[in-house]
């Protein structure tokens, strides 16, 4: 039997999902017999790591400089460095741990893993898909040529396979999750699954709920004491750690009001929280969710009255109030199976469907002739030069919502004024642009020593976007048959090439 699994990489959580030997997608347990391992990272001495809810919960306890969580929100920024003991880590380094320690666990146990899908935010960025690939390759993985997925898409193939009887319409997965949300509109009938688009927010998730809960926290030691609230110094004086903070927030999932201990100079104070008023406090959160459901039913071009359902996905659409939110939003009262561990379970069967080959009997009988097919998540183009403004423009080449794997070409023209050479620029963005200055560059570089031209000649773009959301893109010169080729994932801003001073993970131990 193959070993097959798929990955729920979280911002705040991680799980890994397995295919077993009738074909059904199972939580794998961790080492600590957890069904969920917490992203985070706490660095216990110069070569030792611990991951998970240990590290989780000397947050806020030791040193800023050696633990770190939520790091997956800054994926693909080459910006963010941390410094821990002298070594450079960016954010994929300890996505890199996270996933180190889940390979080694399962394989310590099962044997070595045939085929791996990894899940990242239909909204994420291309270097933050690049990201992801390296720290799985990092981590110690072998990838195949379909290594991620989108998180919504891994829901939505869970949610069909589970179904008590086949999908068959347009539906929408509302994922909320540790520190993203996603919305996304797919049309299912029985095993075959489209995307139609997605619309995301890449800072809104759980984090963002408990920075609310603490800003309540701070009110009602502020009333209790008269003393200035100071953050995350206070939350250290009082004794709260965000581990604390999680606690709190789950327990007002199923109570309407919770009490919190506060540790001051003058004994153990106790501020009251309502549900109520937290659902106050996340309701502007909650509206930038609607907002981002709104905008993707627009881009499909359908009305809520068109949907045949709405799945849950997410650790955060377990706090009351956003699943109300998508009642009273939509008029449809959504649909809550595992919300938690659905992107992992949806994974592993993609990994599966993916994998046909590598299954066994029973396997593929239970896989059956399932088919998922994805869209681009953003606008990809390029810069030109306009010849009537002389104003640098943008033009697209694939546009959001394509059906991956694609493929488009477009030409442009070299006038005698470029001389024997031009700049290439390949531009992100999530909606169209025409304007430089709203788009993100993703990587520039110039296609030299061309001929000199007295008369206008071609210049041919081609761009391809495959299934693992990777760039490969040709810029030809049509006179000369000179090209500039480049493939993200090896040579662009989240290239595969180790940043000046990283880390090399396999110099540390793991716990």
Known sequence: ??????????????????????????????????LLTHSAVWFEGDRSVIVGT?????????????????????????????????????????????????????????????????????????????????????AGFSLGNDALVNEPTAAAIYYASSAPSKLKGKYLIYDFGGGTFDATILEVDGDDIKVLTSMGVQRLGGKDLDEKLIGLIGQKYTKLTGAEFRGKETMSEVQLTRWDVEQLKVTLSSRERVS??????????????????????????????????????????IEAKDLAG???????????AVA???????????????????????????????????????Q???????????????????TFRDRASGKLMVDTIIAKDRPLPCTESKSFSRGVHQGDNIKVQITQSGSEQTDPDFVDIIWTDYLKELPIVKEDTEIKVSYTYDTNGV???????????????VT???????????????????????D
């Open 54 to 138: 240990e590290a989780k919960k000397m947050f806020g306890v030791a040193k800023d400089d050696e633990i770190f969580i939520e790091f997956k929100r800054d994926m693909g920024d080459a910006t963010v460095v941390h410094k821990v003991h002298g070594k450079e880590w960016h954010p994929r380094d300890f996505s890199a741990l996270v996933l180190r320690q889940v390979r080694e666990h399962f394989e310590a146990n099962n044997g070595p893993i045939d085929a791996v899908v990894i899940t990242i935010p239909a909204n994420f960025s291309d270097e933050a898909r690049v990201n992801t690939i390296n720290a799985a390759k990092e």
């Open 260 to 301: 919190v201990p506060l540790k001051t100079d003058r004994g153990t104070l106790r501020a009251e929280i309502t549900r109520n008023e937290f659902n106050e406090a996340i309701s502007t959160l909650i509206t930038q969710a609607e907002l981002a459901v709104d905008t993707a039913l627009d881009n499909a071009k």
């Open 1 to 34: 039997m193959a070993n097959i699994i798929g990955i729920d990489l979280g911002t705040s959580t991680t799980l890994l999902a397995h295919l077993s030997n009738s074909g059904e997608s199972i939580i794998y347990k961790n080492k600590d017999n957890e």
């Open 324 to 362: 109300q939110s998508v009642e009273r939003h939509l008029g449809i009262k959504p649909i809550s199976r595992d919300p938690v561990g659905s992107v992992a379970l949806g994974a592993c069967m993609y990994a599966a469907i993916r994998n046909k080959t590598k299954l066994s009997g029973a």
């Open 310 to 320: 709405v799945f849950l996905a997410g650790g955060s659409t377990l706090v009351p």
């Open 488 to 510: 993200l994932d090896k040579k662009g801003p989240a290239g595969g090439k180790k940043p000046a001073g990283g880390v090399n993970i396999k110099d540390y131990t793991l």
């Open 471 to 485: 760039m490969q893109c040709t810029i030809l010169d049509i006179l000369s048959g000179k090209s500039l080729s």
């Open 364 to 382: 593929t009988v239970a896989v059956g002739a399932k088919k998922v097919q994805d869209v681009t998540p953003h606008f990809f183009g390029t």
